[in-house]
């Protein structure tokens, strides 16, 4: 059974950084892809961020230049760096493991990110 535990939300200043990781248990096709979706209150859920096992990354248009993604080698956790932190990145941040253009087989809890003076 497969499980995702998000860590690293939090409330920062605009201009600061924060970190995020994905760390995933299970049994997971090493093809699947990893990545973050975020919701704010009354905004549809968004792609954040996204990367294949062999590497290929997409961003959001908003977080180009701001936010990079990583993978470890054995491919079973994401690292999400969001530096620039402005008050529109304020959502909930859900991990997710899933077949590259399909939705995602899977969630973590999510972690509330803040940004805020």
């Known amino acids: 059974q497969v499980q995702l535990v998000e860590s690293g939300g939090g409330l920062v200043q605009p201009g600061g950084f924060l970190g995020l990781s994905c760390a995933a248990s299970?049994?997971?096709?090493?093809?699947?892809?990893m990545g973050w979706y975020r919701q704010a209150p009354g905004k549809l859920r968004e792609l954040v961020a996204a990367?294949?096992?062999?590497?290929?990354?997409n961003y959001a248009d908003s977080v180009k230049g701001r936010f990079t993604i990583s993978r470890d080698n054995a491919k079973t956790t994401a690292y999400l760096h969001m530096n620039s932190l402005k008050p529109e990145d304020t959502a909930v941040y859900y991990c997710?493991?899933?077949?590259?253009?399909?939705?995602?087989?899977?969630w973590g809890q999510g972690t509330q990110v803040t940004v805020s003076s």
């Open positions: 997710y493991v899933g077949q590259l253009g399909y939705a995602p087989e899977y």
């Open positions: 299970g049994n997971i096709f090493s093809a699947y892809a």
């Open positions: 990367i294949t096992s062999n590497g290929r990354t």
